[in-house]
């Protein structure tokens, strides 16, 4: 597998902006929210179509981001970097911790296509066919009756009606149901990043406004990090050429979907020492940060 330069500039004119007209408009009734998010998440849906856009990456991200909402919903005080040590360590058999299961969910929910399969690995202490029930009898084909978000509301406020705990299925359903309904393979999440804690106690159709201005917020932030990302990437894919290790492709692929890598996950590098070493020089090159500000136990991300 050889690495070439991606065709972006280094500004993120090739990436779509979304038009200030989206988040400088103030809704004043249902129906400007509800147009407001469509467009937003039209907007989304053209920029994850960019090649240079690393989908599974934005994913991990955006994963990250609404396990963070959650925990904090929770009144967890883990946070971002919390989350990342919860599960970039843990080796078979380990437990997670709460906070870490809640991280593991969000991440599994993101990297497989979306399914009833996929969102029980994801949400492991639900049966496979409750899931499908609060799906609402899940087709893969896109079936389903109503808009995207207000399929996605009923979800969600489903869920909370049988089981107010459980938020956290509760919101990667939902998020799964959006994707499913827009047409994505994969769940992008986005509610749990925009909804306030207060919110998830709403119903009808305040429930659903709070999910249209939830989504309003998330994707222009979803849209941004997606941009930010393709730059970075083209940056890693650059500096391929001036690599010399062996199975430095191989490694740098890791970095290419994983939001957090340890240098023990680059297996495809001689020993630890030199996947210490090959994560230093993609710092020294400007291709990926280091995340922790730790001398050990270091992550690293592009």
Avoid at 18 to 31: C, D, I, N, Q
Avoid at 48 to 55: A, C, I, S, W
Avoid at 217 to 233: D, G, K, M, N, S
Avoid at 265 to 282: E, I
Wanted: a positive charge; glycine letters at 8%; one cysteine or more.
């Amino acid at each position: 597998m050889t690495y070439q330069p991606a065709a972006i500039s280094d500004d993120l004119s090739t990436v779509p902006q979304l038009p200030g007209w989206v988040t400088s408009g103030r809704a004043e009734t249902p129906e400007d929210v509800a147009f407001l998010s469509g467009a937003a998440l039209s907007h989304l849906h053209l920029v994850l179509t960019r090649d240079e856009v690393p989908k599974s990456l934005v994913r991990e991200r955006l994963a990250l981001r609404a396990a963070e909402a959650c925990v904090t919903h929770q009144g967890r005080p883990e946070r971002a970097g919390d989350l990342r040590d919860a599960v970039a360590f843990l080796q078979p058999g380990d437990q997670p911790g709460p906070a870490g299961a809640v991280c593991l969910s969000w991440q599994r929910a993101v990297e497989r296509p979306h399914s009833v399969t996929s969102l029980h690995r994801a949400l492991p202490g639900i049966e496979a066919a409750q899931v499908a029930k609060w799906l609402d009898g899940y087709d893969p084909r896109g079936a389903g009756q109503g808009a995207p978000l207000h399929r996605a509301a009923r979800v969600l406020e489903t869920v909370l009606d049988g089981a107010p705990r459980a938020e956290v299925p509760a919101l990667i359903l939902a998020d799964a149901t959006l994707a499913q309904a827009l047409g994505w393979d994969h769940v992008v999440p986005l509610l749990a990043a925009g909804l306030k804690r207060a919110e998830l106690r709403q119903r009808g159709e305040d429930l659903r406004l709070a999910c249209h201005r939830a989504v309003v917020a998330a994707a222009v932030e979803a849209a941004r990090e997606a941009a930010a990302l393709a730059r970075r990437v083209t940056r890693l894919r650059e500096v391929v050429p001036r690599l010399r290790a062996k199975g430095a492709e191989a490694a740098v692929a890791l970095f290419l979907i994983r939001d957090a890598v340890a240098p023990g996950d680059l297996v495809s590098l001689r020993s630890d020492r030199a996947a210490r070493r090959f994560c230093d020089r993609l710092v020294a090159l400007g291709a990926v940060r280091e995340l922790t500000g730790r001398d050990t136990f270091r992550l690293y991300g592009v």
